[in-house]
């Protein structure tokens, strides 16, 4: 089964580097043991003859069956076996993970879709693109995205030399390819990846060639750093069922002087071309697509959770519980829509590749910013004192205070062991490490969120908008004149 291939390939020598020891088995570590479980489990149903087709398709004229992420939409059945995919597995994971590589291999989908378009941009640009898609495709290839440069001091540039020394950019270009250093901010899956998608984030001057760069970087090359963050897997399942399956390790790269091989090296040296190809909207639309469709099953999920505890401690009947819980309906009906939306909308782009509507996927991905956190707040004005007043374990059902347990831990409608569990799944959703990594996650995953909805006002044709504000204006003065 290809999820215990994925498992095995991990141990390849990459560096990685958790509470200042260096990772010797990644798939045996207690950080990572309960999530890779996880992942291997959603692999394992490309394989089953149940699930394949929900999860994947058949690679056309071969046998394997390939994520859908990896399917380039022609029709509308294509489009929407993409999103069958992307919701299959987000359902199985409640939504809570997020990079289960379907991001990041859209994104390399999209740009062998557009490669045509993005032929003028380097005359390599098509053949490498097209090599490693395939390679990432028929290998079931796990990759995520890092492009964000390092949180140093924002209010500085690359004029800086303490900035440009440490945002990524090549030391030396070499036969083989090019050496790279500098360091790369928050991948997500760093871990357990096997390459990194890499491009450089900020708009760059050409004179600052060096630092612009879409790349390809195996999660094992020497030279490279993979330095987690805290982990919050917790492996008392019965206290933290999501902490204990879905913690996806985010991790900063640290690139000590490594090369990348000109077969990986998709562009370099451009910052016009870099910003282009970023902004290719087949790709973009195909990769934030994903996001959408993931998100929708973590409103469910959040919404569901709300709706439990309100009916486990007995306060559905109050008007402004009533009026929370019809808000989180709103919210699922929403990004449901904008989901819809993008996906009926869609429009080929002039290869054929039919591209969802990049409109509705802005709209989802700015309001998505506020309605996790709100959602969060919500479950926190039901649930009320109640999250913390359950027991450290559930251990204490089994012993001498059982009888006692029972009877004060009960709910209005469920026994005390059930509402007990209950809340222990909520705490995991606004309490735990787990939780407020999640609610940071769904403000910030999709980049700033101020820039996010600065930048939805400034690609809006809003000449639309005001022409006819001029006009009715315009029309009203003419009248004045007349009556006057
Ligand atoms: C849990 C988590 C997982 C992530 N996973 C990934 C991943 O897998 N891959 C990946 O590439 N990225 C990932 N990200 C990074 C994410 O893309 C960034 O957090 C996001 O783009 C915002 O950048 P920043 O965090 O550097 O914030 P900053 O840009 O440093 O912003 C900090 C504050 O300063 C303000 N600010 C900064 N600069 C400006 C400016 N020029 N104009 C106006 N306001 C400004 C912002 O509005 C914000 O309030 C992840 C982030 C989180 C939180």
């Known amino acids: 089964m290809r ?49 394949r087709d929900r999860a994947g398709y058949r690679v056309e004229g071969r046998e394997h069956y390939a994520h859908s992420s990896f399917l380039v939409p022609y029709t509308r059945e294509q489009l929407a076996q993409r999103s069958r995919s992307f919701a299959y597995w987000s359902a199985q994971t409640h939504g809570m993970m997020s990079r289960l590589s379907d991001y990041a291999r859209s994104v390399v989908t999209g740009w062998y879709a557009a490669r045509s378009q993005l032929r003028s941009l380097d005359p390599h640009f098509e053949h490498k693109i097209t090599a490693y898609y395939e390679q990432a495709r028929d290998n079931d290839l796990f990759l995520t995205t890092a492009i964000i440069d390092p949180q140093i001091d924002r209010s500085r540039n690359l004029d800086d030399k303490r900035i440009a020394e440490r945002f990524l950019h090549v030391v030396r270009e070499t036969e083989d390819g090019i050496v790279v250093r500098g360091a790369k901010m928050i991948a997500t899956g760093a871990p357990y990846t096997h390459d990194f998608v890499i491009s450089s984030f900020l708009k760059f001057e050409s004179k600052d060639r060096g630092h612009a760069h879409v790349l390809i970087v195996p999660a094992n090359s020497p030279g490279l750093h993979i330095v987690c963050r805290e982990p919050f897997a917790d492996h008392r399942e019965q206290n933290h069922p999501l902490s204990a399956k879905f913690d996806e390790m985010d991790a900063v790269l640290f690139f000590d002087d490594v090369l990348v091989p000109w077969e990986r090296v998709l562009l370099y040296g451009d910052p016009d071309k870099v910003l282009t190809l970023r902004a290719n909207k087949t790709a973009n639309a195909l990769a934030y697509h994903q996001n959408v469709v993931r998100y929708t099953a973590k409103l469910e999920f959040v919404t569901g959770v709300a709706f439990a505890v309100a009916e486990a401690i007995g306060v559905t009947g109050f008007l402004h519980v009533q009026e929370k819980l019809g808000e989180l309906l709103t919210q699922i009906g929403v990004i449901q829509a904008l989901a819809i939306a993008s996906e009926t909308k869609a429009k080929p782009d002039e290869a054929g590749v039919l591209v969802p509507d990049l409109a509705s996927i802005d709209t989802a991905r700015n309001i998505g910013t506020k309605f996790y956190p709100r959602a969060i707040e919500i479950l926190q004005q039901i649930g009320g004192g109640g999250f913390v007043q359950t027991p450290s374990g559930v251990e204490d059902f089994y012993g001498p205070i059982s009888e006692l347990m029972h009877r004060y831990f009960e709910g209005a409608s469920i026994s005390a062991e059930k509402k007990v569990q209950l809340f222990k799944l909520a705490w995991d959703l606004i309490g735990s490490p787990l939780g407020a990594r999640h609610e940071l996650y769904e403000r910030f995953y999709a980049g700033d969120p101020v820039r996010g909805y600065a930048n939805q006002y400034l690609g809006f044709d809003r000449q639309s908008l005001t022409e006819p504000v001029w006009k009715l204006l315009k029309e009203t003065s003419k009248r004045g004149t007349t009556l006057a």
Not at 4 to 28: A, F, H, M, Q
């Open 3 to 51: 999820g215990e291939r994925y498992i095995r390939s991990l141990n390849d020598g990459r560096t990685v580097w958790l509470e200042g020891k260096r990772v010797e088995n990644i798939p045996e570590h207690p950080a990572f043991k309960g999530t890779l479980t996880t992942i291997r489990g959603l692999f394992d149903t490309l394989d089953d003859p149940d699930t």
